[in-house]
């Protein structure tokens, strides 16, 4: 049984949106000229791709080391209880904090994953003394700090 939320994409709708994660910001003419196709199917088929969703948005990708943002966390977090309002109060409390730009419930040992940017140790110390622990909720956080980026893509396979 085929998920609903997926839509068939053919091969040139593949190769339209490898070309846009490599760089948003290629046009329709240069896409066509890429797929050698001409642009009206070009552009009938990214706004296909943008109305149903497949292109969620268009973003620039920035260095967080160049932004004073250069010490990346990933904490792993247990919540004391799982009930379906707790859990909403605790994703409501992650997504305000600007620091954590990823956030993951998962099934397992933990209950959530977080990506966290901050300038130095010093900021994160603040982040989880004043933002993280002061839900009420959590009842451990374990945290490792990234030393290396081996791989580091916003691209889907495809």
Do not use: W
């Amino acid at each position: 049984m085929e998920n609903n939320s997926t839509l068939r994409l053919d091969r040139t709708d593949i190769e339209i949106l490898k070309l846009l994660q490599q760089n948003a910001r290629m046009t329709n003419k240069e896409l066509a000229a890429k797929l050698d196709l001409t642009i009206t199917p070009i552009y009938e088929r990214v706004k296909r791709l943008e109305k149903t969703k497949v292109i969620r948005q268009y973003v620039a990708l920035i260095d967080a080391d160049k932004t004073g943002k250069g010490l990346m966390a990933l904490c792993m977090l247990r919540l004391e209880k799982h009930t379906k309002d707790k859990l909403a109060q605790f994703e409501d409390h992650i997504s305000k904090i600007p620091e954590v730009t990823e956030c993951y419930h998962l099934a397992g040992q933990y209950d959530y994953h977080l990506k966290i940017l901050v300038k130095d140790m010093n900021a994160f110390q603040d982040f989880i003394v004043n933002k993280l622990s002061t839900n009420q909720n959590l009842t451990n956080i374990q945290s490792s700090f990234v030393m290396k980026k081996i791989t580091d893509t916003t691209a889907i396979p495809l």
